[in-house]
Structures are given as C-alpha cells and as structure tokens.
C-alpha cells in the first residue's frame, strides 16, 4: 500500500463546462486542477492519484448499475491506497453514499464523497475547499467509514440528506450528529466514529450486480389516486415487473391513510406476493413508531418493516442492497429492518 489516495472521478459539477444547453459534465479533471489550484495549494494536499471513469455523468442520471461500477473500481485499487474520495454530482450523492456504505460495511479505509455546487472552472467555486477537505479526510487513520464531506460538514454516508439545491452547505445529517466539521482545522466527533472491524475482508467482498427498476418508492399524500395507482401496481406485476421492493413514505411516526381501502388493499397484495415493504417516514428526524396509532398498527399486521430513523436515500439504496443479498426474503426482512450504522450479514 502506498502513502496515497485515489480521488475516483465520476462526474458532476465539479467537473462541468459551460454549454449552450447547461453545465456538462467534462474530461479532464486533472488538467483542470493543475490550472486551478496553485502550485502552494497542490503542494499541501495529501499526496493523491486521480482515475476518471471513462463514462462521465451528472449524477441526475445515476442508475444502480453506476453503483457496481463505482464499487468495482474502489475494490480493484484497494490494496494500492490508504483512503479514497469519490467525487460526484450532488444530486443524487447521499444516494451513493448509502450505498457504498452498505457494500464496504466494516471497511478499514475511509470513502469520502464530495462534489461541489459550482464547478471548479469557475469563478466562486466550492470544489477546492470541497475537495481539499475531503482529501484531508481520507487521510485520517481513525477514520473507517464511509462518509459525505460538503460545505464544512462530514456526514456519516447514510445519514446524508441533501438540503439546499443552491447553498454551499448543501448537506446535512439531520437525524445523527456530524462526524466532523471544519474550521482553521479539522475536527471529528471521534465518539461517533465506526470502531474498525476485525472482519473486513476485500478479497471475498462480493460487488452486488444492481439492477434498474427493482426498488418503487411510494410517498404518501392527501388524495393520492390510491384507485389508479392499485390497478397500475396489479399491471405491472401482473407483466412480470421486476419491482420486488416497496420503500413507503407516510407520515409522522409511520402513519398511511389506513381507511383507504384501496390503499391497503396494494400493500395488503404486495405483502402477500412476498414483495419487502419498508416503511419511512416524510420527517426529517425522529423516530418511527409504527403501530403507536391505530393506523400504524396495521402495517405491523401487514409484516411492513418499519424503517426506524432512515433516509429516503438510505432506504432506497439498503432495498436494492438487501434484494442482492444471497438470503431468504425473511432473512432480508431481518437485515432491512436493522438499525443503519452500516453493518452488512
Ligand atoms: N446535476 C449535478 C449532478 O448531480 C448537480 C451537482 O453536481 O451539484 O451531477
């Protein structure tokens, strides 16, 4: 192992051009730091490698494959280096911060994400700050987790939420404290940190093969076309769709709309056609307490898993891990409905 780390690039605006039709994303990365960062800047970072995916994209059109892809170039370059960042776009970053927790759980290296909000060739940009803090991140030796650097804040990964479409403080982890901030120096919530397990093994980690179209997230709202959406779920399944996974957003502590019959009746079915039903809720921080009113209790009669205190991108990306994981769907229950700190079975 070197000294080193690899920044992983995979898009997003950090990377971007202007174009007649937007920011696009852009080749190049290392050419544009050297112009960029002055020679006193470059000299002061943690010595780095750069590897730019050949498919450079804005994270807007992230698909779950990306996240094989992503997985598979950390794993390759494992034993040659002693942390990473990855940088990409930000909206869909919280997502793959999840994710990657989810498949290196235990990891005995730091994977720091970041990005910025506006790009690096241009003026204001956040990416050096962004990047620079990142890197220093990945260099720190007590840190075995993966994270999301943004804005001054480093995020456990799957607590991250991103916040603010425009704000330079684009993230935050709204129900776990931060890990670490920084200020003149770099300061971590050592406490909180994951201790590193003793099991971590990167020769046997197995890079799941994720699929598009598995995972259907259905938020809960005030006169949802709960008719409609009941026959359009009867279709689909009915044609062989591969949705195995329903990530439910209802109210409060868990609550759905538990007198609409035709509501009940799609999770009613789901359930009984041993489709994993995770249940989280719209609120940002707090608790679940499915069945604390009558309406929650009959999820619990349902066998819906309550979600406890996860994010929207949490739950998406532990549903697509879970339907890779070589269990049965009852042991993928279990693993779903295991608090998230990272832990994988
Ligand atoms: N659309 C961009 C992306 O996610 C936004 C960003 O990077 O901030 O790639």
């Known amino acids: 192992m070197t000294d080193k780390i690899l920044i992983v690039y995979t898009g997003g605006t950090i990377g971007m051009e202007p174009s007649d039709q937007g920011y696009v994303p852009s080749a190049g990365l290392y050419n544009l730091l050297e112009r960029q960062l002055s020679h006193s800047t470059r000299s002061t970072l943690p010595p780095h ?44 970053m919280a997502y793959t911060a999840s994710m990657l927790s989810f498949i290196f759980a235990g990891t005995d290296k730091p994977i720091i994400l970041t990005g910025s909000q506006i790009p ?64 003149i120096n770099l300061r971590l919530n050592e406490a909180l940190l994951l201790p590193q397990s003793e099991t971590f093994n990167i020769i046997q980690l197995q890079i799941p093969d994720f699929q598009a179209e598995r995972v259907l997230v259905l938020p809960i709202y005030p006169g949802m076309p ?18 195995t ?46 069945g604390a009113y009558a309406s929650g209790h009959a999820l619990n009669a349902l066998n819906v898993i309550s979600g406890n205190d996860m994010t929207l991108e949490a739950a998406v990306a532990k549903m697509n891990m879970a339907l890779t994981l070589p269990l049965s769907r009852q042991q993928q229950r279990e693993w779903l409905a295991r608090p998230v700190c990272g832990e994988r079975s």
């Open 49 to 92: 490698d750069l590897l730019e995916l050949p498919e450079l994209i804005d994270s807007s059109n992230l698909q779950p494959q990306h996240w094989t892809q992503i997985a598979s170039v950390l794993k390759q370059q494992w034993h040659e280096y002693r942390g990473f960042v990855v940088l990409h776009g930000t909206d869909s």
């Open 120 to 183: 690096l060739s241009q003026a204001r940009s956040d990416g050096v700050e962004n990047l620079a803090s990142a890197l220093a991140f990945a260099n720190v030796p007590q840190l075995h987790e993966v994270c999301l650097y943004f804005g001054g804040r480093l995020l456990r990964g799957n607590r991250a939420s991103k916040v603010a479409s425009d704000g330079f403080t684009a993230f935050d982890s709204p129900n776990y404290s931060w890990l670490g901030d920084v200020g």
């Open 226 to 243: 709960s008719q409609t959406l009941s026959v359009l779920f009867d279709n689909a399944l009915s044609g062989n769709s591969a949705i």
């Open 245 to 290: 996974g329903i990530v439910l957003q209802s109210y409060g502590v868990g609550n759905p709309p538990d007198a609409d019959p035709h509501f009940m009746a799609l999770l009613e079915k789901a359930c009984q056609r041993d489709l994993l039903v995770l249940n989280i809720s719209h609120c940002h921080s707090g608790h679940m307490a499915q």
